[in-house]
């Protein structure tokens, strides 16, 4: 049985550099979470650990997330969405809810649409978002129903890609505004959108007004799936 208490939200954090962010960055403003938040560094697993799926992460992963469990935190979430790989083994480390990804929403997206609509998904690296990060999401994954992009390539992804990671909103702005033109000029129409990146969580009200679709994010994936553990975040 999963354990349902009152504590705070546990967040498993990438390890880099602290860097000022900008308003609806997940996990950057603790008041969001009525319920508390304890934030816990995966110790050795930057950007590039994780997208690269580098041996070290996934234990680092399960170790990180039964010290939140240790603490008393009522569910876990993380501030990447590539971490949906380990979805099921923080689940069973830790015995709690567990929402590491905006991803785990693409199966009820998908199926909300007509079949010849596609559920774009604007992550950070496309060309790392593997099959397993998908069936991790979605086991019956079928990526004709996708339309995947990413910001690899940019100057923001050449500046974060790194265990010294820097952060450039500007530069930032401008990569998802290219993904969004991708989306647009896309041969089959996109019926939803889904973000996968949380530091992308501020971009999210513009991508949602140029598309004109349905846009979700890690706070849409956590209210809906967390449940009562979520009661305490503050959408914005």
Not at 8 to 27: F, K, N, Q, V, Y
Not at 65 to 88: D, E, F, P
Not at 135 to 149: E, F, T
Not at 177 to 185: F, G
């Amino acid at each position: 049985m999963l354990t349902i208490a009152n504590g705070p939200i546990g967040m498993l954090s990438l390890d880099e550099p602290a860097c000022p962010s900008p308003p609806r960055t997940w996990g950057e403003d603790p008041h969001e979470f009525a319920v508390g938040l304890v934030k816990k560094t995966v110790v050795g697993v930057s950007v590039p650990d994780i997208i690269y799926e580098r041996d070290h992460v996934r234990g680092a992963f399960i170790e990180a997330a039964r010290a939140l469990a240790a603490q008393g935190c009522s569910a876990i979430t993380s501030n990447c969405g590539y971490s949906v790989l380990y979805q099921k083994d923080v689940i069973e480390a830790t015995r709690l809810p567990t929402v590491l990804s905006s991803l785990l929403l693409l199966p009820a997206v998908v199926a909300a649409l007509p079949p010849d609509y596609q559920v774009g998904i604007i992550c950070y690296d496309s060309t790392c978002l593997s099959d397993e990060h998908l069936k991790a999401s979605w086991p019956q994954a079928q990526r004709s129903r996708l339309n995947i992009v990413g910001i690899e390539g940019t100057e923001a992804w050449s500046k974060s890609n790194s265990s010294d990671a820097v952060y450039e909103w500007p530069l930032f702005a401008k990569a998802i505004e290219n993904c969004v033109e991708v989306l647009m000029r896309a041969e089959r129409p996109t019926g939803a959108v889904i973000v996968e990146c949380c530091a992308f969580g501020s971009f999210v009200p513009m991508i949602k007004a140029r598309m004109g679709v349905p846009t979700c994010d890690i706070y849409d994936a956590a209210k809906l799936l967390l449940g009562d553990a979520a009661s305490g975040i503050i959408k914005i």
